[in-house]
DNA sequence: TAATGCCTCCCTATTTTGGGGGAGGGTGAA
DNA sequence: TTCACCCTCCCCCAAAATAGGGAGGCATTA
C-alpha cells in the first residue's frame, strides 16, 4: 500500500486502553489534515461507546436530544453497506436542516464520509471522517482514502470488540436447532399453531421451544425473545 | 496502493451479470494462483446465493448434506468480526475432521481465509480465499494480501447488494414517530400496558399505533412487525 | 453408569392480543 | 381550504399467548 496510513494502520494494534484510541483518532484526524476522526457504536445491548474528536458540548448535546433516532448519517449508514458521503444523504427535511445547521454551529464541518461497521450479535458501529471542504476538493480526498479508510475502520472497530470482550464477555445463549426453528418461524409471522404445524409436531411441544428459548435468551416474552434473537444474530429472518 | 489487485478492483463496477460475477471468482483465483475464490451469502428472506470455483459437486454435497449447520467455517465467521485462517479454527469434533477430510476429496485446498462480511437487514457473507499450502506459505500470502481480500470481498458484497436491489426492490416503510417508540418499547419486552404507560397514553392509543405500524409493516402480528422493524432498520436495538 | 440436554406430549387457568367498529382535534402541504 | 396524516380516546368480544405444573424416550458425554 502506498498509503500514508501503512505505519498508523501498524499502529493499531499497540492500542491497548480507551485513553490511546482517544488519541489514535486524533492522530488520524491530523495526519489527514480532517477536523473530526469519530469512531463509535452501538453494542446488543444498547450501550455505546465511542472515541473520537468532537467537542464534548456537541456529543452532549447529541446525546441530550437523542439525535441518534433522527440523525440521517445514522439512518443511511443503518440502511446500506457502503460508506455514506453525507453530501448523498437526504436533508430535505426541517429536522434534518436544523440539526445539520447545529452541527456545523458546533464545530462539526460540512463534508463527512460514514463508514458502517457491522459485526457479529447486531454490533453496529459508525466510522466518521469530517471536514469543511468544497464538494470537489472532498471527493477527492474520497477517492484518495476510501479504501483505507474501510480497513481503519475495521481495525478501529477489532479493537472496540476486544475492550468489550474484556469487559462484558456476555455469552451468546446457544439454542437448540428445534428452539431456533421455533423462534424463527415465529419472526416469520406464523402463529404457534400455524409454526407448531409447519415443525410437524404439536402446538404444546412448540410452546416448549418458546419457553425455552425465552429463558436462554433472557427475554420478557415471544416478542421480546425474537427480538433479542434477531439483534443478537442467533436467527436471520 | 501498490497491490497486483488494484487493476481487478476497478473493474469489479462493471460486473454486471451473476456470470460475469462467476468470471470474477475465476480471475481473481488465477491472477493470485490459488485454488479457489468463493463469494457467497444468505440474504434477509434467506435466500441464497453464490459464486466461486468450488466444483459443483462439492457444493451439491455441501448443500445436500447441509453442512452450512456444522462447517466450523461458517461457525467462526457468525461469532467473528475479523477474517478467519482456517487453521485456527477448532476441527477437534469428530464431525468436523470428517468434514475436512472430505472437502479435501473434493478438491479443496486444505488453507483457507474467510472474510465474514455484514450488510443491512441481517445480510451475511462470506468471501473465501483458498489454497493447498504450507503453514508458513500461507501466512505469508495473508500477510501481503489479508488487508486488500477485505476490500475486494466488500467490492464483491457491493455487487451482490445491487443484484438484490434489482430483484427485490422494497420500499423501507415509513413509521410516525410515536409508532416508531411503540414498536421500539416491544422490542424491549414491554406488554401494551407497559409500553402505554411509559408513553404516558391510554393503552387503547398505544393499540392504534401498533396497528398502524403492522399494516406499515406488512407484518401479519405484533412479533412479526417487530421483526421486521428490526431487520428492516427502521428501529435499533 | 449417571447426568445432561434435547425432543415430544399433556393439563388448567389467567392475561394479553387481535379485529371490528367509532370520535375529535391538531399540523402541514397542495 | 381541503386533504392527508398524526395523535388521542372509547366500545365489545373472540382468539391467542402465558405461567405454572407434569411425563417419557433418546442421544451424548463425563
Redesign the pocket.
Known amino acids: 500500500m502506498k498509503s500514508t496510513l501503512e505505519n498508523f494502520l501498524e499502529a493499531i494494534p499497540q492500542v491497548n486502553t480507551l485513553e490511546h484510541f482517544q488519541a489514535a483518532t486524533e492522530e488520524l484526524r491530523d495526519k489527514l489534515g480532517l477536523e473530526h476522526v469519530v469512531y463509535h457504536w452501538v453494542n446488543s445491548v444498547g450501550e455505546r461507546f465511542g472515541a473520537g474528536t468532537y467537542s464534548s458540548e456537541w456529543v452532549d448535546r447529541y446525546l441530550e436530544k437523542d439525535y441518534l433516532r433522527m440523525d440521517p448519517v445514522i439512518f443511511g449508514c443503518f440502511q446500506r453497506f457502503t460508506p455514506v458521503n453525507w453530501k448523498q444523504l437526504d436533508w430535505s427535511t ?1 429536522a434534518a436542516k436544523a440539526f445539520l445547521v447545529e452541527a456545523i454551529d458546533f464545530g462539526v464541518g460540512n463534508q463527512g464520509y460514514t463508514i458502517p461497521i457491522r459485526g457479529p450479535h447486531g454490533q453496529f458501529a459508525l466510522f466518521t471522517v469530517n471536514n469543511t471542504a468544497s464538494d470537489a476538493d472532498w471527493e477527492a480526498f474520497i477517492d484518495a482514502y476510501g479504501r483505507d479508510l474501510i480497513i481503519v475502520g475495521h481495525e478501529f472497530n477489532k479493537k472496540a470488540l476486544e475492550f468489550e470482550a474484556g469487559d462484558t464477555a456476555l455469552p451468546t445463549p ?6 431456533l426453528m421455533a423462534i424463527s418461524y ?1 419472526a416469520k409471522g ?5 409454526a ?1 404445524q409447519e ?14 428459548a ?1 429463558h436462554k435468551l433472557g427475554a ?4 421480546h ?1 425474537v427480538a433479542r434473537a434477531l439483534s443478537t444474530g442467533v436467527i436471520i429472518v
Request: charged residues 25%; glycine residues 2%; proline residues 3%.
Open positions: 426541517k446457544s439454542l437448540s436447532p428445534r428452539e415465529l406464523l402463529s404457534r399453531a400455524q407448531a415443525m410437524g409436531i404439536s402446538e404444546h411441544t412448540l410452546r416448549v421451544y418458546i419457553e425455552a425465552r420478557l416474552n415471544t416478542t425473545a
